[in-house]
């Protein structure tokens, strides 16, 4: 296994497809910022001597909500200029969900980029999964239907045990209760999500949620519409939404 340092990968993105081109590796990894930034930068580079054929998925999300006008970008380019396989018909990318409190890998969608017929600019980041996975009302504790929001629990063997000198905040995130009580002990993510026909879909942070004018908005959507608007003006992961609070009216500011 190959791994850059954030700084290192920043400075020359494209050395990242160089080693899975030297190396001729199989799967790889990243926040879908790092495809993106590979585009860019490819545009002014040569990369005559990058062959991606030997790639069988590239696994995107890595933490982040994965954007799927980001990953066609990538694919639609390095497809015509470094091999890459992906036909547009069965894509290579395999949409993933994880956190640091889950030993990061949860799960990942491996039919490509699948939308949501609820919210279409969402893809699924899972599916058929082989942990007790529940979306549930944050204020009652009990699960939702299918198809409604709410905040995903997951219970599982790769759960840590809590957090280091925080044992109410660990009570409160990791040793989670439903109503009715099933038995189970689960991790709270802090994530909305639903889950559709069998897939889940995840919608943004709770805690990142922005009110404005009682009307609610996920800072990741804010992100995502203004670098997609805006692709000259906005560098890849450099852009951040919240709300302006403590004057006279709500803002959101990007």
């Not at 700084?7 to 899975?20: C, E, I, N, T």
């Not at 990142?208 to 519409?225: F, H, K, P, Q, T």
Request: with cysteine.
């Amino acid at each position: 296994m190959v791994n850059f340092s954030p700084l290192s990968f920043l400075a020359d993105p494209l050395m990242w497809l160089r080693a899975v081109s030297k190396y001729r590796a199989t799967w790889t990894a990243s926040p879908d910022f790092g495809y993106r930034l590979c585009t860019k930068r490819a545009a002014d580079s040569d990369i005559s001597d990058i062959d991606l054929s030997c790639l069988v998925y590239c696994v995107g999300g890595v933490g982040q909500r994965c954007v799927p006008s980001l990953l066609r970008e990538f694919a639609a380019y390095f497809t015509f200029h470094c091999k890459l396989p992906d036909d547009g018909n069965r894509s290579i990318f395999v949409p993933n969900y994880g956190l640091a409190e889950h030993v990061v890998a949860t799960c990942g969608e491996n039919d490509g980029l699948i939308a949501s017929r609820r919210r279409p600019d969402l893809i699924s980041c899972g599916s058929d999964f082989i942990i007790d996975l529940r979306i549930v009302d944050v204020e009652t504790q009990g699960v939702v239907a299918d198809g409604s929001p709410g905040e995903l629990w997951l219970s599982s063997d790769s759960v840590a045990q809590g957090y280091w000198g925080k044992p109410e905040l660990s009570d409160a995130t990791f040793r989670a209760r439903l109503n009715p009580d099933d038995g189970n002990v689960y991790l709270r993510t802090g994530d909305e999500a639903f889950i559709e026909q069998g897939r889940l879909f995840i919608c943004g942070r709770i805690k990142d949620l922005i009110i404005i004018g009682g009307e609610n908005y996920y800072s990741d959507d804010v992100e995502v519409a203004a670098t997609e608007s805006m692709v000259d003006a906005v560098r890849p992961g450099c852009i951040a939404a919240f709300a302006l609070i403590n004057t006279d009216d709500d803002r959101l500011l990007v």
